[in-house]
């Protein structure tokens, strides 16, 4: 799902009662097409809320400084709210999270704004290449419903949000974002919802709801996962020697007729204690 950015200049027309009005104008605004997939958890009502939401938000942000919309991201998944971004004082960023916060209709604010400078174009280009390739890793997954899932990156930290049928289907989600060159971090906002039909596998053989999943109960606060991704040393070239230790360093020797020092005495933990 493409980030929604939204110029100033169409506020006025999602403040139409018309939910598809607001979807048009988000489709025009943001440069991306909005459409609804009958595989997704959300029905075409949710859909059409979250896009409305998102336009109310970003309307909100106008409303304090044209730039601050322009400085984030807003992601809508069944009426829970994801903010991303980076915004130059506390100010600004207790000002967007507190518009998200007051948008009707709006269960849950994740709140993933960073304060400081704003990244390099490089940066953000490569955030798009993080975001699109997993996007693309998710899709080819027959065990995945891409379709229930947003995925966005700021300053290579991957943002996941959406809905997951058991455990072991974040867990494939979480594994193919955190092994993307690249990633920094992976931070996720998934729910279970594992009593929705199953229609993975060919020809639909296993549909049917997911029992015994361990969903999220409706009032429960979404969990949050956050992985530090560690880089991996590159491995040697085939048939490369290892490479050789650094001989130690040769004692000194004492002069002609001179005692040799004393050892020195340490203490706890090998310090040596001052005189």
């Known amino acids: 799902m493409p980030e929604f950015r939204f110029p100033a200049r169409l506020a006025p027309l999602c403040l139409l009662p018309l939910l598809s009005g607001c979807l048009a104008a988000a489709a025009v605004g943001g440069g991306a097409s909005i459409g609804y997939v009958t595989t997704e958890d959300r029905s075409m009502q949710e859909n059409m809320n979250d896009a409305v939401i998102c336009a109310q938000v970003a309307k909100s942000w106008v409303d304090y400084t044209s730039k601050l919309n322009d400085d984030l991201n807003c992601h809508s998944y069944q009426a829970r709210v994801l903010v991303?971004?980076?915004?130059?004082?506390?100010?600004?960023?207790?000002?967007?999270?507190?518009?998200?916060?007051?948008?009707?209709?709006?269960?849950?604010?994740?709140?993933?704004?960073?304060?400081?400078?704003?990244?390099?174009?490089?940066?953000?280009?490569?955030?798009?290449?993080?975001?699109?390739?997993?996007?693309?890793?998710?899709?080819?997954?027959?065990?995945?419903?891409?379709?229930?899932?947003?995925?966005?990156?700021?300053?290579?930290?991957?943002?996941?949000?959406?809905?997951?049928?058991?455990q072991d289907e974040i867990g494939r989600v979480i594994d193919y974002a955190r092994n993307l060159a690249g990633v920094k971090r992976?931070?996720?906002?998934?729910?279970?919802?594992?009593?929705?039909?199953?229609?993975?596998g060919p020809d639909n053989a296993n549909a049917g709801p997911n029992?015994?999943?361990?969903?999220?109960?409706?009032?429960?606060?979404?969990?949050?996962?956050?992985?530090?991704?560690?880089?991996?040393?590159?491995?040697?070239?085939?048939g490369a020697a290892p490479k050789p230790a650094n001989p130690p360093a040769p004692a000194a020797q004492p002069k002609p007729g001179s005692a040799a020092p004393p050892a020195p005495q340490r203490g706890n933990n090998g310090i040596i204690p001052l005189q």
């Open 84 to 166: 991303t971004g980076r915004v130059p004082s506390q100010t600004w960023h207790d000002a967007a999270i507190s518009r998200a916060q007051t948008a009707p209709g709006v269960k849950e604010v994740y709140d993933e704004v960073s304060v400081g400078e704003g990244g390099s174009f490089t940066n953000g280009m490569h955030d798009v290449y993080i975001t699109q390739h997993l996007n693309a890793e998710l899709l080819t997954d027959a065990n995945i419903h891409s379709n229930n899932y947003i995925v966005t990156t700021t300053d290579s930290v991957v943002y996941i949000i959406g809905t997951a049928r058991d």
């Open 186 to 200: 992976v931070v996720s906002y998934i729910r279970i919802r594992g009593s929705a039909p199953i229609t993975t």
């Open 211 to 238: 029992q015994d999943s361990g969903d999220t109960a409706p009032g429960d606060p979404t969990p949050r996962g956050d992985i530090v991704v560690t880089p991996l040393d590159a491995p040697a070239p085939a």
